[in-house]
């Protein structure tokens, strides 16, 4: 199934969050940091992005043949391209549940996008990837998931320095 490793993402992402209060959810290690929340709205805002793209390019008579592209590197947070401003995560407050049915609805519509489609146009139309140059729009629901994964790692990450500055502010006051 298309969207197996997808799902698996996901999955995962709900029980790194499992557990976080709305508070902690929304609080930035760092003012240069995104907070847990953001980066599920981030990730709920890219899916979406995808989605429309592909949705567009679909209906685009014009939109052109690409050659299937390595995607192994697609999602690393690490190959950094310009994101587009409509996935750029706001700074309000959201609770865990707002921002899990968010994702979920960014993902009801990939799927949508996606049974709704012609396979073969998937294969034969395309857009462009910031960092792989044109790419077939049935490769860009595989880089949904991995684009997660990366992000995931980030979450994990993000949250280990949530509770670490938790743990230093409560040492903190214990010895004042």
């Known amino acids: 199934m298309v969207f197996e490793g997808n799902n698996k993402i996901r999955t995962k992402i709900y029980q790194v969050i499992d557990g976080l209060t709305d508070e902690e959810f929304n609080r930035k290690p760092s003012a240069h940091d995104w907070s847990p929340k953001q980066i599920?709205?981030?990730?709920?805002?890219?899916?979406?992005?995808?989605a429309a793209k592909i949705a567009a390019e679909l209906k685009n008579p014009e939109s052109p043949r690409a050659s299937k592209k390595i995607?192994?590197?697609?999602?690393?947070?690490?190959?950094?391209?310009?994101?587009?401003?409509?996935?750029?995560?706001?700074?309000?407050?959201?609770?865990?549940?707002?921002?899990?049915?968010?994702?979920h609805s960014?993902?009801?519509?990939?799927?949508?996008?996606y049974d709704g489609s012609c396979k073969d146009l998937l294969r034969e139309k395309s857009?462009?990837?910031?960092?792989?140059?044109?790419?077939?729009?049935?490769?860009?629901f595989p880089v949904v998931g991995m684009y997660?994964?990366?992000?995931?790692?980030?979450?994990?990450k993000t949250i280990i320095k949530l509770r670490i500055h938790g743990l230093a502010s409560e040492i903190k006051s214990d010895a004042q």
């Open 40 to 50: 599920l709205e981030h990730l709920a805002l890219m899916e979406t992005y995808i």
């Open 71 to 103: 995607i192994l590197l697609s999602g690393s947070l690490k190959v950094k391209g310009e994101l587009p401003k409509a996935t750029k995560p706001t700074d309000g407050f959201k609770t865990v549940s707002e921002m899990k049915e968010e994702l």
């Open 106 to 113: 960014s993902r009801i519509y990939l799927l949508d996008i």
């Open 127 to 140: 857009f462009e990837h910031p960092n792989l140059g044109l790419m077939p729009l049935e490769q860009w």
């Open 148 to 156: 997660e994964k990366c992000h995931l790692k980030a979450l994990k």
